[in-house]
């Protein structure tokens, strides 16, 4: 086993240790602990397990390990800690919560991600406490229609059952439901009717993910359907298949498309790295003397790409290194070396770079910002 796997395989047992310590913590040494719920707490420890370790390998790969380092690093520098702090609630707020970073790349794009990201938050904020014992509920002595909320053995809320209220707490986990179910059909609709996104689709990483959130949310909806209006029929099958369709998620949760879930947050540290990198020294190209980027920057992707192996040092020691050069004058370069090797093939004298003469003018490759990837970097960095 490699000094990595073990690592990863540590941290993943000491996450899983720690989730087992606070469900016998938080039910009290299981007395509020649901016996019928030990598949899904199993499940739940075998997720977290795999999540950490998964997580812990994704870190210490080189590339991600130096956003990690440097993330923190720029975020805690003193004369940024102020601005960074209120720009990680703006991007929390409008990255994360709203989902405006999708919502940009189409409506009913976004609309879909915002509904099944909120309706799963909601849905595991109320059975994760339910299935670990650190929230149940208990009627009211000498008020039988009154039931009281307890966190964690602690007494809080009693509510009438039959009131609003209690209807919202009873039934929040089907209004959960159904809001999932509105987007995996908006997201079904997007699989199915757009081309670009049907022509690099995978069942694995663009359908089962829909599939496993719908089976989840109609099985629980049938849960509530037969108690309430068909009087317990097929409810005990009903529970089981329900059942299935969560373990199942659950044990599928580290592996597939849904691990983007934990990697998301760490992108934060990226748009400090940038923000930061804005402000500080630049890197000027060694062709053509212009700032494209921060020095920060091309110096730790020199790092990282000696540490993965990549060996990108020019022959003149003035030039040093590939990245030392801006995304102009590389495009201008693998010209002229495709021209050089042309004249050759064809018999020609090679081409002198000096005699060239001026290069045409590049132009922005995007019809106008937040359009590609990168969006309003590309006429940042973009210079003719």
């Not at 899904?40 to 994704?58: C, D, K, N, P």
């Not at 049907?198 to 109609?218: N, R, Y």
Request: with cysteine.
């Amino acid at each position: 086993m490699s000094k990595e796997s073990l690592k990863a395989m540590l941290w993943g047992l000491a996450t899983a240790a720690v989730t087992a310590l606070l469900v016998v913590a938080g039910s009290r040494n299981l007395a509020y602990f649901d016996a019928e719920l030990i598949a899904y707490t199993f499940a739940v420890l075998f997720a977290v397990f795999a999540i950490a370790y998964r997580y812990s390998m994704w870190l210490q790969r080189p590339p991600t390990a130096l956003y990690w380092k440097r993330g923190w690093q720029v975020f805690f520098r003193r004369r940024f800690f102020l601005p960074n702090t209120g720009r990680w609630f703006l991007r929390v707020a409008g990255d994360f919560a709203l989902n405006r970073f999708i919502f940009r790349r189409g409506r009913l794009r976004g609309l879909a991600h915002w509904l099944i990201m909120w309706g799963c938050i909601v849905a595991v904020l109320i059975t994760v406490p339910l299935s670990f014992g650190w929230i149940h509920f208990e009627s009211v002595p000498g008020h039988l229609r009154d039931y009281r909320a307890y966190l964690f053995g602690f007494p809080t809320l009693a509510f009438p059952l039959h009131s609003g209220l209690g209807f919202l707490i009873y039934h929040a986990l089907d209004f959960a439901a159904v809001v999932v179910i509105a987007g995996v059909m908006l997201a079904m609709r997007r699989r199915m009717r757009d081309h670009d996104a049907a022509s690099l689709q995978m069942f694995g990483e663009d359908f089962l993910p829909l599939v496993i959130l719908f089976a989840i949310s109609v099985t629980g909806l049938m849960l509530t359907g037969s108690y309430t209006w068909m009087k317990g029929y097929a409810y005990d099958f009903i529970t089981i298949l329900h059942a299935i369709t969560v373990i199942f998620g659950l044990l599928w949760l580290p592996f597939g498309k849904f691990f983007h879930i934990f990697q998301r947050p760490a992108q934060l540290g990226v748009s400090f790295y940038k923000d930061v990198g804005k402000h500080e020294e630049k890197a000027h190209c060694r062709r053509c003397d212009h700032a494209f980027t921060s020095r920060m920057k091309v110096e730790d992707l020199i790092k990282v790409e000696r540490e993965l192996g990549y060996n990108y040092t020019m022959a003149d020691p003035a030039s040093d290194h590939y990245q030392w050069f801006c995304p102009r004058c590389r495009r201008a370069m693998l010209i002229l070396a495709q021209s050089a090797l042309w004249g050759g093939i064809r018999g020609g004298q090679p081409i002198v770079t000096a005699a060239l003469p001026t290069l045409p003018q590049s132009a922005l490759g995007i019809p106008h910002i937040d359009f590609g990837p990168l969006g309003k970097e590309d006429e940042e960095n973009f210079h003719p």
